[in-house]
């Protein structure tokens, strides 16, 4: 059964470094997302893509977050400067354009320190 | 008010019964809901969705909705101590992309 991937499954950076997830979503799927949950809080939504460029995002997803899909299967998240408060798990999702169902990768944990 | 509330539990139930999660969601153009099972350190699991009023089952599952009352619920028949994890319900509204979780019911199924 296809599926979301991500990585890494954990990375850990300083404050102020820029890092980059990574996702592949399941192949046939047009609509990808961005998602992190805080340890002990709800799932929260960052991002849509869709037809490369972005349909929707959240208060969260500032000027320090960006979105992008360099190839035909990646699709990345990239913060900037990355400040302690951004510690979260991260999750990729993507759906196929026949439904709403959106399908979560295993998350990657991003630890700043 | 939250837009998405769900009781956070834990819900404890026997193996065997049934157990009930409830939702209920604040905003009435809200059209499209989801069930999603999390595992302590995993990534959210889409059991159901659901999209119009009345009931929906699929194996031990049934979700159930009623937007008149901004409600849904999950019932899972004969639990099983795998069962135990926290349920998020997450729900999309009319015209957007995001969809928007509770904080998730923490199930516990008893031995």
């Known amino acids: 059964e296809p599926e979301v991937t991500q990585t890494p499954s954990h990375q850990v950076t300083q404050m102020g470094q820029e890092v980059i997830l990574r996702c592949v979503p399941i192949s046939n799927h047009l609509y990808f997302y961005w998602y992190r949950q805080i340890l002990g809080q709800k799932v929260e939504f960052l991002v849509s893509?869709?037809?490369?460029?972005?349909?929707?995002k959240s208060e969260i997803f500032d000027d320090q977050f960006s979105v992008e899909r360099p190839d035909g299967s990646n699709f990345t998240l990239k913060i900037r400067s990355t400040k302690l408060e951004d510690s979260a798990m991260y999750f990729c999702a993507s759906r196929a354009a026949s439904s709403y169902e959106q399908y979560f990768g295993p998350g990657t944990r991003l630890t700043v320190t | 008010q939250k837009e998405v509330e769900q009781n956070s539990g834990p819900l404890s139930v026997p193996e065997g019964a049934i157990a009930s999660l409830n939702c209920t969601y604040s905003?009435?153009?809200?059209?499209?809901f989801f069930w999603y099972r999390q595992y302590s350190g995993k990534s959210p699991e889409l059991i159901m969705s659901?999209?119009?009023?009345g009931d929906k089952e699929d194996g031990r599952f049934t979700a159930q909705l009623n937007k008149a009352s901004q409600y849904v619920s999950l019932l899972i028949r004969d639990s099983q101590p795998s069962d135990s994890a926290t349920y998020l319900c997450a729900v999309k509204r009319t015209g957007r992309r995001a969809l928007t979780f509770g904080s998730g019911t923490r199930l516990q199924v008893q031995p």
């Open positions: 659901i999209y119009s009023n």
């Open positions: 893509f869709y037809n490369n460029e972005i349909s929707e």
């Open positions: 905003d009435r153009g809200s059209q499209s």
